[in-house]
């Protein structure tokens, strides 16, 4: 079993639509949650950060997390053609600052 | 600032031939991070660096050498190139505790 599970897609939805992109993990040891966006052939930026359970928000992002379930979520409102990209979830412990476990990545496209 | 800078962008090898991959960042971070992603398959950890003269091994290090010699440079020495290197390869630095990480734009190698 992987460490940390995410569906590969892709994903293909109409502009202005809501995206729910979700991640499962095993360690429940893991405190810190990131979801990265990735353009074709750049590297990954950071999008949203969390610690712990609970619900993050920043603009058309929500970032989710629930640690009794091990899942976490990322919601995008009002999807735009410039969100197509590849979103990949991260995680790690206290303490292990960059040492990230990732997801395998969703790729999303946006049509106009 | 121009972040993380990876050279080269693109490049090819013969088995059997090596070569070293560019890394180096001017933010003054002082971890830096080598992962490599392989289609659908997300990021893996190949070595990091806390500080110029420490490194550690990641998750797959397996072929690869690294080495610090300054905060800036963090350059990822491949001995005897194998197709099983094929990959994009990503170097990330960042400040410490659980800040940002920060990526380059990534090397895209292929070994045939």
């Known amino acids: 079993q992987k460490e940390v599970e995410q569906d590969p897609g892709p994903l293909s939805v109409p502009e202005g639509a809501i995206v729910s992109l979700n991640c499962t993990y095993s360690n429940s040891a893991f405190q810190y949650f990131m979801w990265y966006r990735q353009y074709s052939r750049k590297g990954p930026e950071l999008l949203m950060y969390?610690?712990?359970?609970g619900n993050k928000e920043d603009g058309r992002f929500t970032a989710q997390v629930d640690k009794s379930s091990k899942y976490i979520s990322l919601f995008i409102r009002d999807s735009q053609p410039s969100d197509s990209a590849t979103y990949l979830c991260?995680?790690?412990?206290?303490?292990?600052?960059?040492?990230?476990?990732f997801g395998q990545g969703t790729e999303l496209s946006v049509k106009p | 600032n121009a972040g993380v800078t990876q050279t080269p962008k693109f490049r090819i090898l013969k088995i059997g031939q090596s070569m070293t991959l560019q890394c180096t960042q001017d933010m003054n971070h002082n971890y830096m991070y080598w992962y490599r992603q392989d289609p659908g398959m997300g990021l893996k950890l190949i070595y990091y660096s806390v500080g110029a003269g420490i490194t550690d091994k990641g998750e797959v290090p397996n072929g690869y050498n690294v080495s610090r010699s300054t905060t800036e440079d963090f350059p990822l020495r491949l001995e005897l190139a194998a197709p099983s290197q094929t990959s994009v390869y990503f170097c990330?630095?960042?400040?410490?505790?659980?800040?940002?990480?920060?990526f380059g734009s990534g090397t895209q190698l292929s070994v045939l």
């Open positions: 990330a630095s960042h400040q410490g505790g659980n800040e940002k990480l920060f």
């Open positions: 991260a995680m790690t412990t206290y303490n292990q600052g960059g040492k990230l476990i």
């Open positions: 969390t610690y712990s359970s």
